[in-house]
């Protein structure tokens, strides 16, 4: 294959690779009406009673109401909705965060009144105790982190039952995304309690916001980590065909509802003992969570159970402080050993200069300097090609009948001119990974939510409102065409002269961060092969010809 054939073979296949992973994820099959055993997981909103680990159905605690009471609370970075049942946080708003969908409003992460569900529920499980229906008490009025205030702790106190009286505490921290979750449990049964308390996400397959990006369909869905199993994604679509493979128990990790730029995880404490589990409801939904070891309360004294939740953005810089293993949300698949230091290198530019997009261009500019060699491989090829392409085209029109014949003139050709037509090759196809891990690291950084480069570009994550770059990308792609050799076959040159446009209407809806990084790299490629093209035919003399060279 020479070179001119590579690279439309190259584009096309990086094309493919990307919008093959949004295929298939966006045209995934509707999940079964099959739904998993699973003993361990707690009811849901939709089951009759509430199943202990071993299956025994016991009665419900109490029966909530169909729409209960809710309160606000409010820090400096979440506004949440508890619900007096199960105390559960059935709406959660990120203030730092805008809604893409509605950037005058901010992005909402938990919702059950939306156009999808999702909140986190928690309970205990055992004889009378409070579980994610049971109806709590709230406070008098919302709540709100005073000025000076570091944490805000709300108490919510179950109904006392058979002498055993339970609170749900959650504290929120000023500045932080978690949120600790305790149960304070009150023994004065005379007798010794066990108690196991779980913790669980109760989620739709709806995604939280519509893609506004052609060819761009992220992960949604569960996933769980732990030290021995690692990082694991979860399907919904597998979750209701009984196909789910994720550890079913640790005495370490997390679980956690992943999705573009944010995320949702509950944290319980390293060192105590934990099933996982997931199941479909008979609504519909879905839950993932985790079931902790029973805690033995004596009678007269208090015991805990206790976790976190995390629900926030996936600020790579402040993920692996929060949980061991807790950045591989951020997921960048097989290509994670090249897109983490891409990740730091944009990172630590950031920091020096301020502006995203800035980092973005001065990235570029140095992996281009990295694959300087490579590259100038290959624009010289490419060079030495465009001098042979008269002399090329006079082989067809001497043996185009004799396909034969054509090519080892042709091969003699390159021999006699010491050209090795696969010369740019090899220097493409080493750049291709680190091009993919670029993409998927622009693609998947919340950092460049709305990030602002300049003028237009207000959201480096977002398409281009007027197609600019997109189109400055379009015109560098056919400058680019004009500086390789022409093909000799009529029907090739025009799907050369194609690409252009094909790749500009595709781009129209790519992030806007993406065009960038493409338009100055091809800016600074046009910039080094039109270099290497003009010395090579300056430098280029007519050789001596050779007693079997018919090209004259």
């Known amino acids: 294959m020479d070179q001119r054939r590579f690279i439309p073979f190259v584009i ?47 009665p419900q605690v109490a029966t909530p109401s169909s729409r209960a009471a809710r309160i606000t609370v409010v820090t400096d970075v979440v506004r949440a909705e508890v619900s007096a049942e199960g105390g559960n946080i059935v709406r959660l708003e990120l203030v730092k965060h805008r809604s893409d969908n509605s950037p005058e409003n901010d992005f909402v992460i938990f919702d059950n009144d939306g156009e999808y569900v999702y909140e986190a529920e928690s309970g205990l499980l055992g004889t009378n105790l409070p579980d994610h229906h049971t109806l709590f008490a709230l406070p008098q009025g919302d709540q709100a982190l005073a000025e000076g205030q570091n944490k805000l702790v709300l108490r919510l106190p179950a109904p006392t039952v058979d002498g055993v009286t339970v609170t749900k505490l959650m504290t929120f921290t000023r500045g932080s995304y978690l949120i600790g979750v305790d149960y304070e449990i009150r023994n004065e049964r005379g007798e010794p309690l066990a108690a196991q308390a779980y913790f669980q996400f109760l989620r739709d397959d709806k995604p939280a916001e519509q ?82 070891a029973p ?27 929060i949980a061991p293993g807790f950045k591989l949300v951020v997921d960048y698949g097989i290509l994670t050993v090249i897109a983490a230091p891409l990740f730091w290198l944009l990172s630590l530019l950031y920091s020096l200069i301020g502006n995203w997009g800035w980092a973005i261009i ?85 950092e460049m939510r709305q990030a602002p480069w300049l003028g237009w570009i207000q959201d480096l994550s977002a398409r281009d409102p007027y197609f600019i770059l997109p189109i400055i990308m379009g015109a560098s792609m056919l400058i680019q065409m004009k500086l390789n050799p022409n093909p000799p076959d009529p029907m090739q040159a025009k799907i050369m002269m194609a690409m252009p446009i094909v790749f500009t209407f595709m781009f129209l809806w790519f992030p806007s961060g993406l065009v960038l990084y493409w338009v100055v790299n091809n800016i ?28 004259g």
């Open 362 to 446: 001065l990235v570029t500019v140095i992996i281009k300097a990295f694959f300087f060699p490579l590259s100038a491989a290959s624009y010289k090829s490419m060079a030495k090609m465009r001098v042979l392409a008269p002399r090329l085209q006079r082989l067809k029109e001497l043996y185009g009948n004799d396909k034969a014949r054509m090519q080892q003139e042709m091969m003699n050709l390159y021999r006699t001119e010491k050209i090795n037509p696969l010369g740019g090759c090899l220097p493409i196809v080493v750049q291709i990974p680190v091009f993919l891990a670029l993409y998927w690291v622009l693609l998947g950084s919340v």
């Open 295 to 321: 805690v033995t309360v004596e009678a007269g004294t208090t015991g805990t159970a206790t976790a976190n939740l995390y629900v926030g953005p996936q600020d790579q810089d402040k993920l692996e402080s």
């Open 524 to 551: 600074l490629s046009i910039a080094q092969q039109w270099q290497i093209t003009r010395m090579i035919e300056r430098g280029s003399k007519r050789p001596a010809k050779a007693a079997n060279d018919p090209t």
């Open 12 to 58: 096309l296949v990086l094309s493919l690779t990307m919008l093959w992973t949004n295929w298939t994820e966006y045209n995934r099959p509707a999940p079964g009406a099959s739904v998993p055993a699973n003993a361990a997981a707690p009811s849901t909103v939709a089951d009759d009673t509430v199943p202990t680990p071993t299956g025994a159905a016991v």
């Open 211 to 292: 893609s506004r990006l052609f060819g761009v369909q992220t992960f949604t869905g569960p996933a769980f980590y732990t030290k021995d199993s690692k990082f694991q994604k979860v399907s919904f679509s597998d979750i209701a065909e009984g196909k789910t493979k994720f550890p079913a128990s640790a005495d370490n990790g997390w679980v956690a509802i992943v999705q573009h730029y944010f995320v949702g995880a509950w944290l319980p404490p390293e060192g105590v003992d934990r099933n996982y589990f997931t199941k479909k409801t008979k609504s519909g939904r879905y839950v993932a969570g985790a079931i902790l």
